[in-house]
């Protein structure tokens, strides 16, 4: 067993059998649902579902994944979350802006994501790219533009501080940026950055890269 792979063990804990509650739609932006269909050579399939209130936060702000199988909570653990289950594996883990991943990783073969519930957030989304293949992928070539500007604009904006420190400055030398924007766009490129990771999020698309340094 993995260092990873003990961790998770020790934030897993053992669900109180209760019924999953149909997703209601208030419960958009507190709420993920997702599922997961296995085929047993032993038995019928069964049906798992991934539940992740997002403001739910308890023991130190820490979210909880909840596992049900067949529509009874079986397990809970902090996020990230490794669920043990027939053939392998759900992962579960969470950004600042949403789910950033929540796949099934089969003992052999390929990890694959587990389906959005249709009434939820990430199902919406799921949805309106299916109808609107053309206008989702316009949309999610604006939010990887809008977050690599503020990583550029936030590089540079930083660089010249940090370069008229006295250390940085006698190895270096000193940097003067070629651009000082106005407070008013800085706040408007943070607010296009923030709304770009929550639209990525819903697809379950994140880069350390361009979601986390983008803000």
């Known amino acids: 067993m993995t ?5 998770a063990s020790k934030r897993l804990k053992p669900g109180d059998g209760r019924e999953l509650q149909r997703f209601r739609w208030w419960q958009l932006p507190l709420r993920s649902l997702f599922c997961l269909r296995l085929s047993r050579v032993d ?3 069964r049906l798992h579902a991934v539940d992740v209130r997002h403001w739910a936060r ?5 979210i909880r994944a909840h596992l049900f199988l067949d529509g009874r909570h079986v397990a809970e653990s902090k996020l990230p979350a490794v669920f043990p289950v027939d053939g392998g594996v ?4 969470m950004s600042n802006y949403g789910i950033r991943r929540c796949h099934y990783r089969p003992s052999g073969g390929q990890p694959r994501q587990l ?3 249709p009434a939820s957030a990430e199902g919406r989304r799921a949805r309106f790219g299916a109808r609107h293949p053309d206008l989702s992928r316009a949309i999610g070539i604006g939010s990887v ?3 690599v500007i503020g990583v550029g604009l936030n590089l540079l904006q930083l660089a010249e501080p940090v370069s008229q420190i006295p250390p940085v400055a006698q190895r270096v030398g ?3 940026s070629p651009m000082h924007l106005p407070i008013w766009l800085n706040l408007v490129l943070g607010v296009g950055a923030v709304l770009a990771s929550m639209e990525r999020a819903l697809r379950l698309r994140y880069s350390s890269l361009l979601d986390a340094a983008g803000h």
Not at 58 to 62: F, G, T, V
Not at 90 to 93: T, Y
């Open 3 to 7: 260092w990873k792979q003990w961790a």
């Open 145 to 147: 533009l809008l977050l």
């Open 174 to 176: 000193t940097f003067e």
């Open 43 to 45: 038995g019928p399939s």
């Open 58 to 62: 308890l023991d130190n702000s820490r």
């Open 90 to 93: 759900i992962e579960v883990a």
């Open 115 to 117: 389906t959005p519930d």
